[in-house]
């Protein structure tokens, strides 16, 4: 299986802030990584698909960037609701995998 | 709107068997995959599966390989997702998911079904 290894593991940000987050691959998967929000207690949402697209609905200061084996997504300034835990997951090898999550909280 | 209704929490015991179901309403059910993707208290996401309504194919994780049966009824849009020799590390909230491809990703996720396993 190919591990997916996010950094940070968590975060602490303040509403405005930039903030970036980074996931590596194992190996190659080209543009093929997404990128969720979870809320606990909740189901993911999809935020961004193929390293860079906004999924429909998705605000814009979320971006995604990358290919290959490092990806990055970046929240250009963090709202309250964007306090959550975000993966990356792979889609070019079987089986999908995730990473780990990133847990953005409040400072 | 697109919707995934999945069934309610579940309490087994050791070594029996869960089935969770996932409705799909507000698309055409067989133009999507259905996976599945279950998550242990306070871990990440482990993909365990997906279906084809369309084609009737099924591939599964092989770490789920023969515990695992994954369904789908198109008459009624509605995916099964049946795991058998349940233990304790099966305790976690299993959500079904649609996607566009076999990898993912799940652009709509049902809310989760709560499945604890215990003596």
């Known amino acids: 299986d190919v591990q997916m290894t996010q950094s940070p593991s968590s975060l602490s940000a303040s509403v405005g802030d930039r903030v970036s987050i980074t996931c590596r691959a194992g190996?190659?998967?080209?543009?093929?990584l997404n990128w969720y929000q979870q809320k606990p207690g909740k189901a993911p949402k999809l935020l961004i698909l193929?390293?860079?697209t906004l999924h429909s609905g998705v605000p814009s200061r979320f971006s995604g960037s990358g290919s290959g084996t490092d990806f990055t997504l970046t929240i250009s300034s963090l709202q309250p609701d964007d306090f959550a835990t975000y993966y990356c997951?792979?889609?070019?090898?079987?089986?999908?995998?995730f990473g780990q999550g990133t847990t953005v909280e409040i400072k | 709107q697109v919707q995934l209704v999945q069934s309610g929490a579940e309490v087994k015991k050791p070594g029996a068997s869960v089935k969770v179901s996932c409705k799909a309403s507000?698309?055409?059910?067989?133009?999507?995959?259905i996976h599945w993707v279950r998550q242990a208290p306070g871990q990440g996401l482990e993909w365990m599966g997906c279906?084809?309504?369309?084609?009737?194919?099924?591939q599964y994780r092989q770490k789920f390989q023969g515990r695992v049966t994954m369904t789908g009824d198109t008459s009624d849009s509605t995916a099964y997702m049946e795991l058998s020799r349940l233990n304790s590390d099966d305790t976690a909230v299993y959500f079904c998911?649609?996607?566009?491809?076999?990898?993912?990703?799940?652009?709509?996720w049902g809310q989760g079904t709560l499945v604890t396993v215990s003596s």
């Open positions: 279906f084809n309504p369309k084609k009737g194919d099924i």
């Open positions: 997951q792979q889609s070019y090898y079987s089986p999908p995998t």
């Open positions: 193929a390293a860079s």
């Open positions: 190996q190659s998967v080209y543009n093929y």
């Open positions: 507000g698309y055409t059910f067989t133009d999507y995959y």
């Open positions: 998911s649609r996607g566009r491809s076999q990898l993912l990703p799940g652009d709509q």
